[in-house]
């Protein structure tokens, strides 16, 4: 079963009749139908109350957001990269000294960088955990 996943019956409505529904990777499905992540349904699969599905999506809403958060830094370090390759060494002093690290402050609170960002992803993500510590 993927890391995400979950075998939860539900009862759903599909043209007037009702039909047995579980979830996986977030999603509702047909128990008919498998999962993109290869699961299929399976009789006296676990079953989770829709609080445990909450914390557990939310868990998994967390790590992803902090994913994209590492991905933006890297591509931006990368960018600056492709700069520093290609252009003039003006070009890439202003990229170093202008968007670069711009961007950098939007993303994380705890740069090398004089100046912040009023609302960071790293507040966030902030919020985010504080968001799953209540639950």
Partial sequence: MGASCSKTLKGGEK???KEELWWCCGVQRPI????SCGDKYEEGGEKESGEERANRDLRND??????IQDE????TDEALS????????KEYE??????????KKVIRDDTEWLGGSMHSMEKSLEA????YDEV
């Fill in 94 to 103: 202003s990229a170093k000294a202008y968007w670069h690290p711009q961007i």
């Fill in 32 to 35: 008919s139908k498998s999962c």
């Fill in 128 to 131: 985010l955990n504080k968001a």
């Fill in 62 to 67: 967390i790590n992803r957001f902090q994913e």
């Fill in 15 to 17: 043209m007037g009749e």
């Fill in 82 to 89: 492709i700069i520093k390759l290609n252009c003039s060494k």
């Fill in 72 to 75: 933006i830094d890297s591509l």
